[in-house]
């Protein structure tokens, strides 16, 4: 399955909006109308998107209050509901992959592979990525702990996470097999044995690149090392 788990750190792009048709009818349906304002409306960042997202649900609440049950907003269990739309909106809507920027430190950067590089310091410990909102400008950490075959990140102050099974190749790759999530969008975005493959490009004293393909697009992303 020739897909990485980049995309996964998009979950950027929806932080504050997590906000039977059957399930998939209704987020399928939802995801579209949503792609399509953004569109429409020329939204760049995802700090734009809360009059799309506002009247997504006012325009819809009928059929979300039909599924799910619920009389008023507040019986609604927004976090999953916007997680749904938001994991679908990351895997189908090309004007978000084309436009939204991804907020990843080190993505703005072109970084060509080291020459005799060496990856085994990278084999087992601790590190970090930052994503920037583009609503506020701060900074989100996700820490990354390499351990043998296993790559767990720990998001929001370790309430959420993510667990991933990791398969080193020659010349500083690695694949991850995802496992498990309990963070709203991630966990929708993948499934159990979906695979990612990354590759490394450079190993410095603080930090080392990593670039990944995904939907024929090139990314790469920064991570830090924790001394």
């Known amino acids: 399955m020739n897909k990485n788990h980049f995309y996964l750190t998009l979950t950027v792009l929806f932080i504050g909006f997590s906000y039977s048709l059957n399930a998939q009818e209704i987020i399928d349906k939802l995801s579209k109308k949503l792609c399509k304002c953004i569109e429409k409306q020329e939204v760049k960042n995802a700090n734009e998107m809360g009059p799309c997202f506002e009247d997504l649900l006012i325009n819809n609440f009928d ?52 020459l005799d590089l060496n990856c085994e310091d990278l084999k087992n410990g601790d590190f970090y990525y930052l994503t920037q909102r583009p609503d506020i400008g701060i900074m989100d950490t996700t820490f990354v702990t390499i351990s043998k075959n296993m790559f767990l990140e720990r998001m929001k102050n370790g309430r959420t996470y993510s667990l991933l099974d990791i398969k080193w190749k020659d010349n500083c790759e690695f694949d991850l097999t995802f496992r498990e999530s309990n963070d709203p969008i991630k966990k929708e975005v993948s499934q159990p044995g979906d695979v990612y493959e990354y590759e490394i490009l450079t190993n410095g004293i603080e930090s080392f690149f990593l670039k990944v393909n995904w939907m024929e697009k090139n990314y790469q992303f920064e991570l830090f090392k924790i001394k």
């Open 63 to 114: 059929d979300i209050k039909e599924h799910y049950n619920a009389k008023t907003m507040a019986d609604l269990d927004m976090e999953s509901i916007g997680g749904k739309i938001g994991a679908k909106m990351i895997k189908e809507c090309p004007y978000v992959l084309d436009n939204f920027p991804t907020g990843i430190v080190g993505n703005d950067q072109k970084v060509t592979k080291q």
